[in-house]
């Protein structure tokens, strides 16, 4: 989807752009922007948790508002003075997409930006909600540890997921990796002299399709990094980065426990894991993509 119109106001054309909302043009312009300024990648992130979190509050039962509290706020809603027909030819935009049907389950793409004061402040509660519970899986395995992963390891994963699953970055040796997922598991278990599954990186039953692998110095010498990307309902593209090196003593990590970062305000949710003599760390744009990736993964680990 692209805009109907120039979007003068920096903050708009930067949540257009978070949501794959720009033209051509507009888009290249603003992954310009992101390239040279680290705080404009920042908001763009900020952006899209936030919109991963609206999608979950959505979509998810547990995370709505309580009754009252949305029955509350629709009512103060309805009591404000309606607004005059010449008002709301002045200021109402056209809609960009028809109305949410009565029945059925709303999806995000449909409340566009301009939805009613009221429904984005259901929404809202319920998305603080969903931020709160944000990578609360009931994995019994789960940890957090400051060791393993630290919040300048966790910044540099988040990093080179945004540039290198946005091709805002160039991915390093991708010319020693097939392009086709039937082939990867076979090269990979070359480079690292151990068995990978194809079932372990195949994460099509999540609507994942695997666009890349190469050479990554994160979180070192000779790791691999595997991007995989989804068209979502929306049409941003979200994306998955999946990194495996050989364990190495002295890193702390252990078999059969689940690592995350112990700050839960990182604007792209990781888990750390380690299957035999294997490490793999896995982020994503969403709490809810990156466990449900790990759940794929991880059962085909054997």
Not at 169 to 192: I, R, V
Request: aromatic residues 6%.
């Amino acid at each position: 989807m692209t805009t109907d119109q120039p979007l003068n106001d920096p903050d708009q054309t930067l949540a257009a752009f978070a949501d794959g909302e720009l033209d051509g043009t507009q888009n290249l312009e603003m992954l310009k922007r992101v390239a040279r300024d680290p705080s404009v990648a920042q908001r763009v992130a900020e952006h899209q948790k936030l919109r991963g979190a609206v999608a979950k509050a959505m979509n998810d039962p547990s995370m709505k508002a309580p009754a009252e509290l949305r029955d509350k706020i629709m009512q103060m809603a309805q009591a404000q003075p309606a607004q005059s027909e010449q008002a709301r030819r002045v200021t109402a935009p056209k809609p960009s997409a028809p109305p949410v049907p009565a029945t059925g389950s709303p999806v995000l793409a449909v409340i566009g930006r301009w939805m009613p004061a009221a429904v984005a402040a259901v929404l809202f509660i319920g998305a603080m909600v969903a931020l709160n519970q944000a990578g609360s899986t009931g994995n019994d395995r789960l940890i957090t540890s400051a060791q393993v992963l630290n919040a300048s390891l966790v910044d540099q994963f988040g990093d080179r997921h945004f540039k290198c699953g946005r091709n805002i970055s160039p991915m390093m040796g991708t010319d020693k990796f097939p392009q086709n997922l039937s082939a990867l598991p076979g090269a990979l278990s070359e480079y690292f002299d151990q068995p990978i599954d194809e079932e372990m990186l195949n994460l099509s039953s999540l609507g994942y399709k695997f666009d890349m692998a190469g050479l990554c110095i994160l979180p070192g010498k000779g790791s691999v990094h595997v991007v995989y990307k989804s068209q979502a309902s929306t049409g941003q593209t979200d994306t998955l980065s999946l990194w495996m090196r050989p364990f190495e003593q002295g890193s702390g990590i252990e078999p059969d426990k689940l690592y995350k970062a112990a700050d839960p305000t990182e604007n792209f949710p990781m888990l750390v894991w380690r299957q035999a003599d294997m490490v793999y760390y896995l982020v994503g744009d969403s709490y809810d993509a990156v466990e449900k990736a790990f759940d794929a993964i991880s059962r085909n680990q054997g």
